[in-house]
């Protein structure tokens, strides 16, 4: 299933495809070619893939870490990893 919701293109994988292949076929979707969101996401029921189209950023993250990513889904905000400091 596939949907674009205001500058996201969604996509839920539950057929066992590996996710990376999914989100580099994303690129060449109707959808995505139509209306050119600003970023994509593709998920299963373990991990998730996103990608800022704008800026070339990825999130290749384990949906349990999720949390602690939940900076890079703000609105006006890049896909990067969060700076820890110990």
């Known amino acids: 299933m596939s949907a674009v919701w205001k500058d996201r293109f969604l996509r839920f994988v539950d057929n066992g495809d590996d996710l990376h ?3 580099d076929e994303a690129l060449h979707d109707e959808l ?22 704008r800026t070339s950023d990825a999130l290749d993250v384990q949906l349990t870490a999720l949390s602690s990513y939940s900076h890079s889904f703000c609105h006006g905000q890049e896909l990067r990893n969060p700076v820890r400091e110990h």
Request: charged share 30%; with cysteine; aromatic share 8%.
């Open 21 to 23: 292949d999914v989100i």
């Open 32 to 53: 995505v070619t139509r209306y050119r969101p600003r970023f994509l996401i593709v998920c299963d029921a373990r991990q998730i893939l996103a990608a800022d189209i």
